[in-house]
């Protein structure tokens, strides 16, 4: 409708341009404040397909705007884009992304419904086993994680008091699971005592 274009290369901006230009178009009554929400997020997620495209959208940069393309309603294009990004490997390594980060963001997608959802937390699973290299810890590693009861507790969001529905013993034992299929640690469990556990090397760490 009031054809938008865009000069620069990174998301943030580009999506502030097109709420300006829009929130110009509505002040001067040429939209309604239905069509500016329209336009806008329109326009949000032709900016992240188009910056997929040329490549010009990293990986973590991707990471952080999953739940943001999930909710603006990235079509089908876009959704594959990002899932060939974060299945790449090389793109991975290349990027220096943590494995946690991917998991937040998949902490984040449990929260969302359907299939664009679901597709990128599939996605975020191979993103995350190919991000563990980028951990580059060296020498013999052990790993100790706290079984108490006090870790049965939800995990907080940042700067809420809402929780996830992962309890923070479970992300313990992920966070586990990734140094130990990393860097082939040793793995401790503690309470009132510790004790070694044995895992299984060939299992993915979701398993």
Do not use: C, W
Not at 16 to 40: F, L, N, S, Y
Not at 69 to 85: I, P, S, Y
Not at 158 to 170: D, M
Request: hydrophobic share 45%; aromatic share 6%.
């Amino acid at each position: 409708m009031l054809g938008l274009s865009f000069v620069a290369n990174t998301h943030e901006t580009r999506n502030t341009q097109a709420g300006q230009i829009v929130a110009d178009a509505k002040k001067a009554g040429k939209i309604t404040e239905r069509e500016a929400v329209e336009m806008v997020n329109e326009a949000i997620t032709e900016n992240f397909k188009e910056l997929l495209q040329i490549g010009k959208m990293g990986v973590l940069a991707l990471v952080r705007n999953l739940v943001r393309m999930v909710e603006k309603g990235a079509d089908a294009t876009t959704v594959k884009l990002a899932v060939e990004l974060l299945t790449n490997g090389e793109a991975i390594r290349k990027s220096l992304v943590h494995p946690m980060q991917l998991d937040l963001a998949y902490e984040m997608l449990k929260e969302k419904s359907g299939s664009v959802a679901r597709e990128f937390m599939t996605a975020l699973q191979k993103g995350f086993e190919l991000a563990m290299p980028n951990l580059n810890l060296l020498g013999r590693t052990a790993v100790f994680v706290d079984v108490s009861g006090s870790m049965s507790t939800p995990m907080m969001k940042e700067g809420s008091r809402n929780t996830y529905k992962t309890t923070a013993v479970e992300k313990a034992f992920l966070i586990a699971a990734v140094v130990a299929k990393a860097t082939n640690a040793d793995v401790y469990v503690f309470d009132t005592s510790a004790h070694e556990t044995t895992y299984d090397v060939t299992l993915g760490v979701f398993a």
